[in-house]
């Protein structure tokens, strides 16, 4: 389990109605986890060592009182995204079953990036949640710890979603799971999208109407889920349509659309010259310009997501708990 102290607090608290994901909500999700996990059968948890102690918090209120043995796995204590992708990495090595992140579709991402082939669920704890369904955590919990201890088939219990993979003058430099979107600022500055305007163009893996952030606008647009082989290029501006998309909670703004391309699983996309940050998943990541040749492929080489109602239905029909 990795918990990220961070979700949930970035300058989009002053800006929309999201709600603050405090450190003591986060370690009650973290500790309903792994009553979670231990309630399905699982012989150890590994809870990542992160910044603000959570982690720790989680294990000392628990340990010795449920049956699961529970390790803190250090890492360097960046404070930064790094620290999740490490320890996600180390847990690989380790050799766990699944992995739950507690924090939004960054989290999950970095989790992807440090254990690419570990079926994932998330709770979410961040501001957009689309990779992570609202179930309580301690279902999530319980459904990774059957995935961990055989309690259902893997191909019954999980799915690969899409990736956007970020080709930069014909070189990999990075991924997305949602969205990757190209912001009129040259420089990284506050991490969060947050201004719309700024926005001149998004490649997208999936958006539904019921996605909040930039995945609302596609979910408005073209409505597209995890399981169609299928992705969109938006260009925005005037010209083509408008759709009134929830780009934070409680914040619904009309977006101006200029041009939509489709792109399928498989081919490469290129977005339109300039000089931008890359936003990916919602966080600006990579700084770009005009002479830069920048490429989107989709592929099928998302993360393995654990599918926790099904996971959960298939152990009753199964009498398998």
């Known amino acids: 389990m990795i918990i990220n102290p961070d979700a949930g607090k ?52 628990l340990e010795g009182k449920i049956s699961s043995r529970l390790t803190l796995i250090p890492t360097r204590g960046t404070g930064t995204v790094l620290d999740t992708i490490e320890g996600a990495s180390r847990m690989k090595d380790l050799g766990v079953k699944s992995l739950v992140v507690v924090g ?65 003058d014909g070189e990999p430099r990075d991924v997305a799971v949602i969205d990757v979107a190209g912001i009129r600022i040259p420089y990284v500055g506050a991490r969060a999208v947050f201004e719309v305007e700024s926005i001149a163009f998004a490649v997208f893996s999936k958006g539904e109407p019921t996605d909040v952030g930039l995945a609302s606008i596609l979910g408005f647009l073209r409505p597209t889920g995890f399981d169609e082989d299928v992705g969109f290029l938006v260009e925005f501006g005037n010209g083509f349509s408008e759709v009134n998309a929830l780009i934070m909670p409680g914040v619904f703004k009309r977006v101006g659309v200029r041009r939509v391309e489709r792109l ?32 989107v492929m989709l592929s099928r080489k998302g993360p393995l997501l654990i599918n926790v109602p099904k996971v959960l239905r298939i152990c009753a029909m199964n009498k398998n708990y």
């Open 10 to 61: 970035d300058i989009r608290r002053l800006l929309s109605s999201a709600s603050y994901s405090g450190n003591f909500t986060k370690i009650e999700l973290g500790r309903r986890v792994t009553l979670g996990l231990d309630s399905a059968g699982v012989d150890e948890v590994l809870v990542m060592h992160d910044n603000g102690g959570l982690g720790e918090d989680v294990v000392a209120s």
């Open 264 to 295: 399928d699983v498989g081919s490469l996309v290129s977005i339109p010259p300039g000089t931008y940050t890359l936003a990916l998943d919602g966080e600006r990541e990579l700084e770009v310009c005009s002479s830069d040749e920048v490429k």
């Open 104 to 168: 939004g579709d960054g989290t999950l991402r970095a989790a992807f990036k440090g254990a690419s082939e570990v079926p994932l669920a998330t709770v979410s704890a961040g501001t957009n949640n689309v990779t992570g369904a609202f179930y309580d955590a301690s279902l999530v919990g319980y459904a990774a710890g059957l995935v961990t201890v055989g309690g259902v088939e893997l191909g019954d219990a999980v799915r690969r979603v899409k990736l956007l993979e970020v080709f930069v």
